[in-house]
């Protein structure tokens, strides 16, 4: 056991889950969690999923601390960094579950301490679901967790995170901050970006009333209404911190939409055809990957 006492910035979902997973497979002695919401803190307690509970700051926590994970939204995660720097015991080991890396590792350049060891980290699991009650310790069971180490990173304390993260049931896969985040932004934050459009533009049609849509909604509507009942706050500051590589891939999108635009208007049905045959291959190549 490298870490045996945890403690987890904020205990919503992915914390919530991260502090059920670590007990139940036995990796941390002591899992102690922080959240700036009172309520929050209330249920964790009650839920007693974790050894203390801080409805302020966690410096008491984190001097005891030998991994802290950050799972705060995007946009604080190097506010929360800092704020528990100089209390971080030596050897430490600060990561995070944000799903934008380069605006975080950036953003803490030149700042960590030399004795605590910085390994930014996104394990790839969630759910529609928010709040310390939504989590479960199965979350990251047969799912990735990216690491983004910094070039200078101990090799050792990359190691023992992989480990943790392997314990909790994730594959780790290691990689560059930036092809993160535009992997990211093609998988996973343009298809949110789409479904909010889509839904709030369903809902706001003139010719058709709220009781309808939701009436007559047909199962691909249904997934993209469930996509749009994510966390907005969480997504807001997601697009944000991950702007360059969230426009890009929405340039992109544009382009291939106008096109198969085009081709509808020109009764191409090759054209669409060919579209779709390809698409349909890439569901199936993701079907055959999926562990479950």
């Known amino acids: 056991m490298r870490f045996e006492t945890l403690l987890i910035i904020g205990g919503g979902l992915i914390g919530s889950s991260i502090a059920r997973a670590a007990r139940e497979k036995a990796q941390c002695k002591t899992i102690y969690i922080a959240d700036t919401s009172e309520s929050a803190c209330k249920t964790i307690t009650r839920l007693g999923i974790a050894d203390g509970v801080a409805d302020g700051p966690a410096d008491h926590f984190a001097a005891q601390a030998d991994l802290i994970i950050l799972c705060t939204p995007s946009a604080r995660l190097a506010t929360s960094a800092m704020a528990l720097m100089p209390s971080m015991k030596t050897g430490a080991v600060l990561t995070d579950v944000g799903s934008v890396k380069e605006h975080f590792v950036d953003a803490m350049a030149g700042r960590v301490r030399n004795d605590v060891h910085f390994i930014p980290g996104h394990p790839i699991a969630g759910t529609e679901n928010s709040g310390p009650e939504a989590g479960f310790a199965a979350l990251f069971e047969n799912r990735w967790c990216v690491l983004t180490p910094p070039g200078n990173a101990d090799e050792k304390a990359v190691e023992d995170l992989t480990t943790f993260w392997e314990k909790l049931g994730s594959d780790v896969a290691v990689m560059d901050p930036s092809r993160h985040d535009i992997v990211m932004a093609t998988t996973s934050h343009l298809p949110h970006l789409i479904a909010y459009t889509l839904v709030g533009t369903a809902i706001d049609m003139e010719t058709v009333t709220r009781k309808e849509v939701v009436k007559f909604s047909a199962g691909g509507f249904r997934d993209f209404t469930r996509i749009a009942a994510s966390d907005p706050v ?21 382009e291939d939409l106008t096109a198969l635009k085009r081709a509808i208007r020109w009764d191409d049905g090759d054209a669409l055809l060919d579209s779709f045959a390809k698409t349909r291959d890439i569901r199936r190549r993701i079907l055959d990957s999926d562990p479950d």
Do not use: G, H, P, S
Not at 234 to 254: G, P, Q, Y
């Open 234 to 254: 969480m997504w807001r500051d997601v697009f944000l911190t991950n702007k360059t590589a969230t426009l890009e891939m929405v340039d992109r999108f544009i």
